[in-house]
């Protein structure tokens, strides 16, 4: 996802960002410019509230997670309920979990695996980026040439 939201905006399509300048009419082109490390730099011009909304729901996801995993800190500080699964907390909408309850611990190492490659490759285009500061396609379109 992280990738997609590197090449997306990059490429001159950002949704959101469209958007937020037609809700606040700023004169603002509405379409992103340069590497995507600065592209949050531009959004919060528009709507400075952007960030702060993000981390709240960022907290509200990690408390919903933090429910469901641990059981009350008034009754059992710092430990995790029973039949609570680390990671597991219930989302699947896609349908991927495992029917066989035994088949979730590799599917899980898998997706931490699949998550942490990347992650890697995510640090790769944002050290590329501040090294440079070109796009991933600046970048690519000078190598090429």
Wanted: charge should be negative; aromatic fraction near 12%.
């Amino acid at each position: 996802m992280a990738f997609v939201g590197f090449l997306v905006p990059e490429a001159g399509f950002h949704p959101m960002y469209s958007f937020m300048i037609k809700v606040f009419h700023t004169s603002k082109p509405p379409i992103l410019t340069g590497p995507a490390i600065h592209h949050l730099d531009e959004v919060r011009e528009v709507a400075p509230f952007v960030f702060e909304a993000l981390v709240l729901v960022i907290a509200l996801t990690e408390i919903q997670r933090s429910i469901v995993g641990w059981e009350s800190p008034m009754e059992k500080p710092f430990t995790l309920r029973e039949e609570y699964y680390p990671g597991d907390v219930g989302f699947d909408p896609l349908g991927f979990k495992p029917s066989i309850p035994e088949n979730f611990p590799g599917v899980q190492t898998r997706e931490l695996q699949n998550g942490r490659l990347a992650m890697l490759a995510v640090a790769g285009i944002v050290a590329q980026e501040i090294v440079y500061e070109k796009s991933v396609f600046g970048t690519l379109a000078g190598i090429m040439n």
